[in-house]
């Protein structure tokens, strides 16, 4: 039988996704097959299988922490919002419709056994599947439909660890919240609970942590600190104002810029930027933020019209006209690709049904119904002058997400030619350059990740700066994550009871040796 673990959250952005990440890291060094498993997951990052699927970035992310490829199974609902009151509903990597929240509550038994079947074709596979929750199990208006929190827990019977971030303050308050609202059996499933996020000292919370397991039985299984670690993020909450994972950076030769628009999806494309060791990446929303950037970046929507509306509306588009007629080179990945056109004709994604774009590409996008979701090779095509003139000839890869078809003008020089799309070989050129070589764009994301690109890019923007390019092996992005996720899983194994989380995920029959964490030592 496969053994399972489930952790939940008091609230969204509590930290659970990294800390699955972390005990997929923790239950693969140990020596079992383990894999990530969430039965919904509501974001705008999202990634594409090798057979094509697409599914959360978030479980993408743990898999890779697992050392396993990442398999649609680990995600078969997906919620893409479009707008405030509308998503895209993908079911086992394919899109079935748009639905308003009210609709889909109602639809959500219809999934139950297909996620059933789905986890326990997974399962089969592996000794541990670590779940992951949503949100929080005490969302009491909803628990009548439930498929991602307790209603899962119960469908497997899986023991739960409650995680709760003290950052955001009222830590024990939201524990005792938390478990007051659960029903007595739901209640029962909780074996265990981590306070995430703490900065100083231990013994400081310790009369909390006595008062909080008295109160509610329930034993706080460790207390993991503020980790200063370079780790993907599962939705856009980070990118709000009062976040401060992308504020307070060093600042650093390089000053990339990346248009946060509201409805920004897979700004992941850009962590590999963020962990450069001459960049600094700044998010910004006006024009009084933009500064005068080495490079700006126009990131993917899943509301293209409508954050170009915005980029109207706010100024944005004047001030990054403007920025490239000052000589800043631009780059549009995916729907910011898109924007940098002349024209775009939707009447499928966003109500609208055409808008001037930015004009800085001489293309026209038209919109689809269709979605284009496939894994990628490639290569820039060659160029004499510009962004793009050191990075001629060398590979990438990426996946592509989009639901519209990009045309270029005559004689206007493609980003790339696409060599494999999934499993088949092609020869497709794809995105575009101006003519002076300033703009650039593409529909790949993850460019970024590859090593030689974009040292070769940064260096260009070096030199336009007067600064000597950085020489040797460049920095590899796919070995920093596996480093990130090592010094994940030794910092949970110090301040988790490692232990006691054994026990939880199966009352000591996992084969482990585990010494208490510090703090319960």
Do not use: W
């Not at 509550?105 to 541990?128: G, N, T």
């Not at 971030?165 to 659960?182: C, E, K, M, Q, W």
């Not at 690709?337 to 996008?365: A, K, N």
């Amino acid at each position: 039988m496969t053994l399972c673990v489930m952790l939940q959250g008091t609230a969204s952005d509590v930290g659970k996704s990294v800390l699955v990440a972390g005990l997929c890291r923790i239950l693969a060094q140990d020596g079992h097959k383990v894999a990530p498993f969430k039965a919904q997951n509501m974001a705008l990052n999202s990634g594409i299988t090798a057979s094509g699927d697409e599914m959360g970035r978030a479980q993408i992310f743990q898999a890779e922490a697992a050392g396993i490829a990442p398999d649609v199974r680990m995600n078969p609902v997906l919620l893409k919002p479009t707008s405030d009151r509308k998503s895209q509903v993908i079911v086992m990597g394919k899109v079935l419709c748009d639905m308003d929240a009210v609709t889909y509550h109602e639809f959500k038994p219809r999934l139950q056994a297909r996620i059933d079947e789905v986890y326990h074709s997974l399962a089969r596979e592996q000794d541990v599947i670590v779940l992951e929750g949503a949100g929080s199990p005490a969302e009491i208006n909803l628990r009548d439909r439930d498929i991602v929190n307790m209603g899962m827990a119960e469908l497997i019977d899986a023991p739960v660890i409650l995680v709760a971030d003290i950052d955001r303050g009222g830590v024990f308050a939201s524990i005792y919240g938390t478990l007051a609202l659960l029903p007595e059996a739901e209640r029962a499933r909780i074996k265990g609970v981590i306070i995430n996020k703490f900065r100083g000292d231990v013994a400081l919370l310790m009369p909390g942590i006595r008062q909080i397991e008295a109160l509610t039985a329930v034993p706080v299984i460790g207390v993991m600190p503020y980790l200063s670690l370079t780790l993907e993020d599962e939705d856009g909450v980070v990118l709000q104002p009062g976040s401060h994972k992308y504020r307070q950076q060093q600042t650093r030769d390089l000053d990339v810029v990346v248009v946060r628009v509201p409805h920004i999806s897979n700004f992941t494309d850009f962590n590999a930027l963020a962990a450069q060791p001459d960049v600094t990446l700044r998010y910004v929303n006006s024009p009084a933020e933009l500064g005068s950037p080495d490079l700006l970046i126009l990131p993917g929507s899943k509301n293209t019209l409508g954050d170009l509306a915005f980029l109207n509306q706010s100024g944005l588009s004047a001030a990054i006209i403007a920025a490239h007629g000052d000589g800043v080179p631009v780059i549009g990945i995916c729907g910011g690709f898109q924007m940098l056109g002349r024209r775009l004709i939707d009447g499928v994604e966003s109500g609208i049904d055409e808008m001037p774009g930015l004009g800085l590409l001489d293309c026209e996008t038209v919109f689809a119904r269709e979605k284009v979701t496939t894994q990628v090779q490639a290569t820039v095509v060659s160029q004499a002058h510009g962004l793009l003139a050191g990075c001629s000839g060398l590979a990438v890869e990426g996946y592509e997400i989009h639901m519209g078809e990009t045309e270029r003008a005559a004689g206007v020089t493609p980003f790339t030619r696409l060599s494999r799309r999934n499993r088949a070989e092609v020869s497709i050129e794809e995105g575009a350059i101006s003519q002076d070589g300033l703009v650039a764009g593409t529909y790949i994301h993850g460019i970024f990740d590859a090593p030689h690109f974009t040292r070769a890019l940064l260096n260009t923007l070096r030199q336009r700066k007067g600064l000597a390019p950085i020489e040797g092996e460049p920095f590899d992005y796919h070995a920093f994550k596996n480093e990130q996720f090592d010094k994940l899983a030794a910092a949970m194994r110090q301040h988790l009871d490692m232990t006691a989380i054994y026990r939880i995920i199966e009352r000591c029959e996992l084969p482990a040796c585990h010494e208490p964490c510090e703090e319960h030592a």
